[in-house]
């Protein structure tokens, strides 16, 4: 329903209309000789601009007033209000509205319920607001109030032909966001607003405080696990207290393994409990223990959200060893790991596939070894995983902060061969993983084909993966990259015709050039896989790899192409990403199988970079160095070959590397490589940071030190 009214903004300029008398009388005379009838329409035409300029001064408005209103209610919904209350606002909300609404003005109401966050449950529109028996809106937080963001809700869902409420129904616990920021600005856009308090009845309110555990623990010794609980409640003469009853859980955790320390039904006066656990340990580790207070009645206990404390303890016994094998080849160091049990050592053993979670888990170790265990593991999408990031720089702080010894132990899948270079771990070792001597000739070329993705985001994951696998090549290998450049066809990214170039000082431009490159529609694969061919016979590497990744879609090769990759020896892996049915994958498969590469089918773009991480260590087998049974020599007394006399057997083969030039690297044990004394090490340590790191390049009897195990 509407009423017109007019309306000045500036009503003091309407006394200029007393102009018009004195501007009749001047002009009446000024006009005589016009005749009658001219005379009055000239007065007539000067009244009206007079009277139009003033009324444009005046700032004259038609105003238009709706005597419809709308009225959101705010209810709060979080978790300091018991669940009968929430209920009873659902209700008065439903009764006022059918109650006060004047559906023939046509008025409308909404309900915008908040707790950490705020939602609309029901927008406002002109009917009754429905009883659905509860609330449909699920609010994923209900640990706080913040009525901040309900205000703004709510000021965004009024429209602008009607008058505008808001009634708020809360206790006033608001603990996020500053509700009297808003309110200004809402009176100021004529929002008027109503507070409804919610009365609440006194209630519990239990607490776990902490967990208390002696901080001196020793293994086989019994103590106690207390856990201080306080049953807080109103205080005064009138005041009136209540016992709660609920169970007391304690468990204690040993990295993700949760066992239960003792459970019992308690009841809690007001004030202060403690309740204690005897309880001992047997296994040196770092332990955390975990205490949950779960009351019988729920409307009991004002916040659940801290009925739950835990308390940390690190108990040392003999020397702890967390060893990591590759989970591709279990078993293999069993010898090893009998020998250091046989040492009076606690061995634990992993594999790489789910190694540790947390730096919590590793401070239970004095030591953590490597066993052989590459970057990245697995054949296929369902299978291949890696080191995270963030789990490297776990075991690098570990060392450098927490003091923890770090051994690494060689083979083909270890060291540069495994894919670790350029990462933290390569920091905290005694030896850089690349070789940086020019004259050898275990030298890697790899090609990659950047084919556009449909897959969401496919283009950035293929840049991100791409990076990965520039990251894990030596200085001195090979690499190229070919695009299909919407301008000139199939192009190198770099390199110009040459296209395959080496690392070395070149790789911050090359990872520069990645990020800024757009894939193209290729739209055959027979081009690019010439360009590689071409570019591999100019380059002298004992190792030649391709990657393809693509949706499928570019015309498959011919079968004289995929031919002469077989005779040069030279693999493809080809990655299948959001292919459009069997038809667009099968040609990648048969270029992977023609060239005895791997295929694998992609379907969530973040596995790529694991993949990637898996192929790139194909380029850095040239790494791995045969030896024709030669004797390594002791160079350097150091502690670690405290015992060690005479001369030491043979080795058949051992992962190269490069001494870091650093004093602090004591350099044991070499293996007479000719001429190159840098990349010969087999035993080299350091100290790093806080803890000590070690580099063993050969492997621990099962394949190149087989003559070791019975020396």
Same mark, same amino acid.
């Given at each position: ?17 007393l ?8 002009s ?50 979080s978790?300091s209000?018991?669940?009968?209350k ?21 008025d ?31 609010l994923p937080?209900r ?45 100021t ?26 901080s ?58 403690v ?8 296994k ?20 659940p ?7 940390f ?46 730096l ?40 450098e ?9 060689g083979?083909?899948?270890?060291f ?11 920091k ?14 275990a030298?890697?070329?790899?090609v990659?084909?950047?084919? #556009?993705?449909?897959? *969401? ?6 840049? /991100? @993966?791409?990076r990965e %696998?520039?990251?894990?090549? $030596? &200085? ?21 015709n ?31 896989m010439?360009m ?8 002298n ?8 990744i ?5 015309s498959?090769?011919? #079968?004289?192409?995929? *031919? ?6 030279? /693999? @493809?892996?080809?990655v %299948?990403?959001?292919?459009h $049915? &069997? ?26 970079p ?6 790139a ?7 791995i ?52 004394? /840098? ?9 790093y ?23």
């Amino acid at each position: 329903m509407w009423n017109l009214n007019i309306g000045f903004d500036r009503p003091e300029y309407l006394v200029l209309l007393l102009m018009l008398p004195v501007l009749w009388v001047l002009s009446y005379r000024s006009l005589a000789s016009l005749g009658r009838v001219r005379r009055w329409v000239a007065m007539v035409a000067r009244s009206l601009v007079v009277l139009f300029f003033v009324l444009a001064l005046a700032e004259m408005q038609w105003l238009r007033t709706s005597s419809r209103l709308t009225v959101i209610y705010l209810l709060d919904q979080s978790a300091s209000i018991p669940r009968l209350k929430r209920d009873l606002m659902r209700e008065y909300v439903i009764r006022e509205v059918h109650k006060y609404r004047r559906a023939e003005r046509g008025d409308r109401a909404g309900v915008v319920i908040f707790g950490r966050d705020a939602a609309i449950e029901v927008p406002p529109f002109d009917d009754d607001i429905p009883d659905a028996g509860s609330f449909e809106t699920m609010l994923p937080h209900r640990d706080a109030t913040n009525l901040e963001s309900a205000l703004k809700l709510a000021q965004a869902s009024f429209s602008e032909d009607t008058a505008k409420r808001i009634v708020i129904v809360t206790d006033g616990n608001e603990n996020i966001g500053n509700a009297q920021s808003v309110a200004p600005n809402l009176t100021t856009n004529g929002i008027g607003i109503d507070v409804i308090p919610v009365k609440m009845e006194t209630r519990a309110e239990v607490a776990i405080e902490k967990v208390t555990i002696p901080s001196d623990v020793r293994r086989g010794t019994p103590f106690e696990v207390r856990t201080v609980l306080n049953n807080d409640q109103e205080e005064g003469a009138h005041a009136r207290t209540k016992t709660v009853r609920g169970r007391l859980r304690v468990t204690r955790l040993v990295g993700s393994h949760e066992e239960l320390i003792g459970e019992e039904t308690v009841e809690l006066p007001p004030g202060k409990t403690v309740i204690g656990f005897k309880h001992s340990i047997d296994k040196p580790a770092m332990y955390t223990y975990r205490s949950v207070f779960v009351p019988d009645d729920p409307e009991d206990d004002l916040m659940p959200q801290n009925n739950e404390a835990t308390a940390f303890t690190y108990v040392r016994g003999k020397g702890r060893v967390l060893l990591i094998e590759n989970s591709e080849h279990p078993g293999e160091f069993d010898y090893l790991i009998e020998r250091l049990r046989l040492s009076n050592l606690e061995i634990e053993v992993r594999g790489s596939t789910q190694p540790f979670e947390s730096l919590a888990e590793l401070q239970g170790f004095d030591c953590v070894v490597l066993a052989d265990v590459p970057r990245s593991t697995g054949f296929d999408t369902a299978s291949v995983s890696s080191f995270r990031d963030e789990q490297i720089s776990m075991l690098v702080r570990n060392t450098e902060q927490m003091g923890a010894g770090l051994v690494m132990l060689g083979g083909p899948n270890s060291f540069g061969a495994g894919g670790l270079a350029n990462t933290e771990l390569e920091k905290a070792m005694p030896i850089d993983f690349q070789i940086r001597n020019a004259k050898i000739s275990a030298v890697g070329a790899l090609v990659l084909t950047m084919h #556009a993705s449909e897959m *969401a985001q496919g283009n950035f994951w293929q840049k /991100k @993966v791409a990076r990965e %696998a520039i990251k894990a090549l $030596g &200085p001195m290998d090979f690499c190229g990259v070919v695009h299909w450049d919407n301008v000139g066809g199939d192009a190198w990214l770099w390199g110009g015709n040459q296209g395959l170039i080496r690392i070395a000082g070149r790789r911050n431009t090359m990872l520069a050039m990645l990020d800024r490159m757009t894939p193209g529609d290729m739209p055959e694969f027979e081009p690019s896989m010439k360009m590689a061919l071409a570019a591999f016979s100019r380059v002298n590497a004992s190792v030649k790899h391709m990657i393809i990744i693509s949706d499928g879609d570019p015309s498959p090769p011919s #079968a004289t192409i995929l *031919a002469r990759f077989r005779q040069a020896g030279i /693999k @493809v892996t080809t990655v %299948a990403v959001a292919t459009h $049915g &069997p038809a667009a994958s099968s040609p990648l498969k048969a270029i992977a199988a023609a060239t005895q590469g791997n295929y694998y089918e992609v379907t969530n773009p973040k596995v790529l970079p694991k993949i990637y991480q898996r192929e790139a260590r194909r380029v850095s087998r040239p790494l791995i160095k045969p030896l024709d049974d030669v004797s390594p020599q002791i160079v350097y007394p150091h502690e670690i070959l405290e015992g060690i006399n005479g001369p030491l057997p043979p080795l058949t083969g051992m992962v190269l590397s490069t001494v870091k030039q650093n004093p602090l690297v004591e350099v044991a044990i070499r293996s007479p490589i000719p001429n190159d004394p /840098k990349n010969s090490t087999v035993l080299a340590a350091w100290t790093y940071g806080l803890g000590r790191s070690v580099a063993w390049t050969t492997d621990a009897g099962h394949r190149w030190s087989t003559a070791w195990t019975s020396w």
